[in-house]
């Protein structure tokens, strides 16, 4: 099931934002439904430089990506992500 297409949409309820060894920015951000459920999800520097301030808390998004279970955890890779606007 590892690399499996999905699509997920929720509010961003944390950022952590790192940097590489090659000195670029990634993240690790948590994304809730409205069940409060979350899910990882790991943006890569060469993603988030497409579209870095839709990375914010509280915004709601919808994340296309991949899954990943690294390390004993369910996260999603993403691959593409855009801003849904409130009804």
Not at 42 to 70: A, C, H, K, Q, Y
Not at 77 to 83: A, L, N, P
């Given at each position: 099931?590892?690399?499996?297409?999905v699509k997920?949409?929720?509010?961003?309820?944390?950022?952590?934002?790192i940097?590489?060894?090659?000195?670029?920015?990634?993240?690790?951000?948590?994304?809730?439904?409205?069940?409060?459920?979350?899910?990882?999800?790991?943006?890569?520097?060469?993603?988030?430089?497409?579209n870095?301030?839709?990375?914010?808390?509280?915004n709601?998004?919808l994340?296309?990506?991949?899954?990943?279970?690294?390390?004993?955890?369910?996260k999603?890779?993403?691959?593409?992500?855009?801003?849904?606007?409130?009804v």
């Amino acid at each position: 099931m590892a690399g499996k297409k999905v699509k997920i949409g929720g509010m961003i309820a944390s950022c952590r934002r790192i940097i590489t060894k090659n000195g670029k920015a990634m993240l690790f951000s948590g994304i809730e439904d409205n069940s409060s459920k979350r899910v990882e999800v790991v943006v890569f520097p060469t993603t988030l430089e497409r579209n870095p301030n839709i990375w914010r808390e509280d915004n709601v998004v919808l994340i296309e990506g991949r899954l990943d279970f690294s390390r004993g955890e369910i996260k999603v890779i993403c691959d593409t992500v855009e801003g849904v606007e409130s009804v």
